[in-house]
């Protein structure tokens, strides 16, 4: 089914960590049962946390103490649930790495873990910043790995997770960030990327919040006589290999962009598959460079480090030489 | 300080260890590792749990019903494995030729639950198995079921600062059906605990965290017999959860291996098989010996 983008709409803000409570609470409501665990980070202001009020027998505050909480839904996991825990990004993947890995992974268990505030969503400076995330969890066995490209996204994500065997990441922003998809009407699944946009010059792909900048990328790089393809690789692991060879070698050019480290994450997992594929293609990766961030609004930082419209336009035009 | 227990009982599980004890020295002697100072030590706790104080059917280890044991120390696997082959569960040639084999591996050093039945958690890294007890413990009272979690620790695991984040979060959530025993051999890879990182008073700081404590000569049957015996029924209501401090010798009843920390990991060669089998079935006649 083709989609419907906001390509041609003025700019959407909705949260995908909004969206995720309210579906649960929906799926709650629907009578289907699963477990709810979070970190002191679903107050009652939070559709998470009102799900908490309404059904506060299948939920747990664990405090601040995010390795104890991933271990504490892999043990509920256990029990025979599917557990979604809401942790904050930030404290995550470096602090719970182990539990993650050895916990929910090894076990091989229902768990979800719904990482919010990701990239540098946060804002705050990099001690809140997400950059590692995806580079570490892309090395960890069992693990399916998704970036919902918007709040809508995430519903069909968090809904396809009810039947999902296995650990689950699910990495989310802070929450005001541009709808990509006008409309939900279009068909999700795990591990099968979208192309959003059509075109024939260069490929840009994206994940998470960077899917919304390449679309628009595409809009001024349509300015420029560049025709981008746009594609929301929303699953990271498995990864939609098949989709980075076609694109290679339809567009000749690909180019990554994400809101993480340029190193390890949605660029290396391109790369690899590009190397190997042994394509004559043009290739960039486009992500935050390998440093510590500089201090500002996301939209600001996007803007430094060139990962706004006209940053990934540039970085594309530069790519092609024209 | 063991009066008024069940003499039979406690013979049985006597004679069931002495067992158990042999066994597990014939396996690491065969497969050529473990970590049998820490394995020794909890054979007491693992029988007893085992053949009579968790609600457990060895021909139906997926039963719903079972009580849960998380081995969270559980580079001391060999001592399940042995008692498993002892229900029934497993030939000793199968666990044998399935050790760490590659790709037919079932069982290796730190078991691993999607190869085998009987165990609830894949454990080998230190300070997980205890907030996993707790998930296990909380998932247990929203299905509203019976069934209780155990969850054994080392000693020096509990320096691992996980297992600080579940005692709070246990006390916290008033886990009536969660058991944590903590096999206190007082020893760990490098050393004695109390040199390395006291943990010490570990009652105090179980009762200061809102647990409730017993504690237990953990290679006295008689006297496991007479701690598990109070323990009190498992509830999914709110009470305070159940910490066990179990003291132990690392090494237990091989007296060239008691109480040093050099046992910790590492095979046997067969002379060393022999004197520890020796010394094994000295203990039990002294034991038995004494029964009268």
Not at chain 1, 34 to 54: I, L, R, T
Not at chain 2, 63 to 91: N, P
Not at chain 2, 126 to 144: D, F, S, T, Y
Not at chain 2, 186 to 208: H, V
Request: glycine content about 8%; overall charge negative; charged content about 25%.
């Amino acid at each position: 089914m083709a989609v419907e983008t906001t390509f041609d709409f003025d700019m959407m803000l909705s949260s995908a960590r909004e969206a995720y409570g309210e579906e649960l609470m929906a799926i709650a409501d629907e009578g289907i049962d699963f477990a709810f665990v979070c970190s002191d980070n679903a107050p009652e202001s939070c559709s998470a946390g009102k799900m908490m009020s309404k059904y506060p027998e299948r939920c747990v505050n664990v405090g601040i103490a995010e390795q104890d909480e991933v271990g504490i839904a892999t043990g509920l996991a256990l029990s025979g649930k599917v557990v979604f825990a809401q942790v904050f990004g930030p404290f995550l993947p470096l602090r719970a790495a182990d539990q993650i890995h050895t916990d929910a992974a090894y076990n091989d268990v229902n768990v979800r873990l719904i990482g919010t505030h990701s990239g540098v969503t946060s804002g705050g400076g990099p001690t809140h910043n997400v950059i590692a995330d995806l580079a570490l969890y892309r090395a960890i066995p069992n693990l399916t790995i998704c970036v919902p490209a918007d709040a809508g996204q995430c519903r069909k994500v968090i809904r396809a997770s009810l039947t999902h065997q296995g650990p689950m990441i699910i990495r989310i922003s802070r929450g005001g960030e541009p709808d990509v998809y006008a409309n939900n009407d279009y068909d999700f699944e795990i591990g099968k990327a979208i192309t959003v946009r059509d075109g024939k010059d260069i490929t840009l792909i994206g994940c998470g919040p960077s899917v919304y900048w390449a679309l628009m990328a595409s809009k001024e790089l349509e300015t420029r006589g560049i025709s981008a393809r746009v594609v929301d690789m929303h699953t990271i692991k498995p990864f939609d290999a098949e989709k980075v060879i076609k694109c290679a070698k339809e567009t000749g050019a690909v180019m990554s962009v994400e809101d993480h480290s340029i190193n390890g994450g949605l660029g290396g997992a391109v790369a690899e598959v590009l190397a190997e594929a042994n394509l004559d293609c043009k290739f960039k990766r486009a992500g935050l460079p390998d440093q510590f961030a500089v201090l500002g609004s996301p939209e600001e930082v996007y803007k430094y480090y060139h990962l706004d419209a006209a940053g990934i336009a540039d970085t594309a035009q530069a790519l092609l030489g024209k | 300080m063991s009066a008024n227990v069940d003499s039979k009982l406690v013979a049985q599980l006597e004679d069931k260890s002495y067992k158990i004890r042999k066994d597990l020295l014939n396996f690491v002697y065969h497969i050529g590792m473990g970590h049998l100072g820490g394995e020794l030590s909890i054979v007491e706790l693992a029988v007893a749990l085992y053949y009579k104080y968790m609600n457990y059917d060895p021909k139906n280890p997926q039963w719903e019903e079972r009580d849960r044991l998380v081995l969270s120390k559980g580079h001391c696997g060999e001592t399940l494995y042995a008692i498993y082959a002892d229900l029934g569960m497993y030939t000793t040639e199968y666990m044998l030729e399935h050790f760490e084999s590659l790709d037919t591996a079932v069982f290796g050093q730190h078991p691993n639950r999607k190869y085998i039945d009987p165990i609830e958690v894949s454990c080998g890294s230190l300070g997980h198995g205890l907030p996993i007890a707790v998930g296990l413990a909380l998932g247990a009272r929203m299905q509203k079921a019976n069934w209780r979690t155990f969850v054994v620790v080392g000693d020096g695991e509990i320096q691992e600062g996980t297992n600080w984040e579940a005692i709070m979060a246990a006390a916290q959530f008033q886990l009536g059906n969660l058991v944590c025993i903590v096999d206190k051999n007082r020893l760990q890879m490098s050393g004695a605990t109390a040199d390395t990182m006291n943990i010490d008073p570990l009652d105090e700081k179980f009762r200061a965290f809102n647990w409730d404590v017993m504690e237990m000569q953990g290679n006295d049957m008689a006297d496991v017999v007479r701690c598990l015996e109070q323990l009190p029924p498992s509830t999914i209501e709110k009470r305070k959860p159940l910490a066990i401090i179990s003291n132990t010798t690392k090494g237990c009843g091989v007296d060239f291996m008691e109480n040093t920390w050099k046992w910790h990991g590492g095979g046997i060669a067969k002379e060393q098989l022999d004197q520890a089998l020796a010394s094994v079935e000295k203990k039990y006649q002294a034991l038995i010996a004494n029964r009268k």
